[in-house]
T-cell receptor, first 108, second 114 residues
Framework: KNEVEQSPQNLTAQEGEFITINCSYS?????LHWLQQHPGGGIVSLFM???GKKKHGRLIATINIQEKHSSLHITASHPRDSAVYIC??????????FGQGTRLTINP | SAVISQKPSRDICQRGTSLTIQCQVD?????MFWYRQQPGQSLTLIAT?????????ESGFVIDKFPISRPNLTFSTLTVSNMSPEDSSIYLC???????????FGSGTRLTVV
């Protein structure tokens, strides 16, 4: 079992739908990262959170430390949200362990 | 948070040759990380580059294949040596940006070996 498991692996939705991507991890952590990777390969950090909830625009990230689970939500999804979303947790001195990613496609 | 300029963005190389990837950070950082992302896979850490010392390589990666330079606190290079088609991947550098969103990543180098 991987240290970081994401679901679903692939998600296709219509524009405007509410999107949820889940991440479960198996070890204690200090913080969890949500990343967005566009087709060109570049990665953008969306959130780093250690408790509760964070919101940035239409993106919301939540984490439950006791249950070792985090979710990324996208409200009013748009085709430009199409990307691979990756959760990652620290392992050792500033190293990250990554989930397999969720490929999101939003159709107009 | 830090901003990273990574180049080249993509390249197509002949097997047996080498490619050097550069990452320039707009601020001084202690550690830089180099990752490989093989097609359809998640990111795998190749090595951690510290200024003034040898890079620390992860299991399965060796210095002869992936030599790294870190001449100062804002710059690092990764060379992919004696390339084979199996080296076709996206290579990314990263730093701990110490900002609200944590890590900052370069834009990636998409390497195809033919």
């Amino acid at each position: 079992k991987n240290e970081v498991e994401q679901s679903p692996q692939n998600l296709t939705a219509q524009e405007g739908e509410f999107i949820t991507i889940n991440c479960s991890y198996s070890v204690g952590i200090s913080a969890l990262h949500w990343l967005q990777q566009h087709p060109g390969g570049g990665i953008v950090s969306l959130f780093m959170l250690s408790s509760g909830k964070k919101k940035h625009g239409r993106l919301i990230a939540t984490i439950n430390i006791q249950e070792k689970h985090s979710s990324l939500h996208i409200t009013a999804s748009h085709p430009r949200d199409s990307a691979v979303y990756i959760c990652a947790v620290p392992r050792g001195a500033q190293k990250l362990v990554f989930g397999q990613g969720t490929r999101l496609t939003i159709n107009p | 948070s830090a901003v990273i300029s990574q180049k080249p963005s993509r390249d197509i190389c002949q097997r047996g040759t080498s490619l050097t990837i550069q990452c320039q950070v707009d601020s001084q950082v202690t550690m830089m990380f180099w990752y490989r992302q093989q097609p359809g896979q998640s990111l795998t850490l190749i090595a951690t580059a510290n200024q003034g010392s040898e890079a620390t390589y992860e299991s399965g990666f060796v210095i002869d294949k992936f030599p790294i330079s870190r001449p100062n606190l804002t710059f690092s290079t990764l060379t992919v040596s004696n390339m084979s088609p199996e080296d076709s991947s996206i290579y990314l550098c990263s730093v701990d940006g110490q900002g609200a969103a944590g890590y900052t990543f370069g834009s990636g180098t998409r390497l195809t070996v033919v």
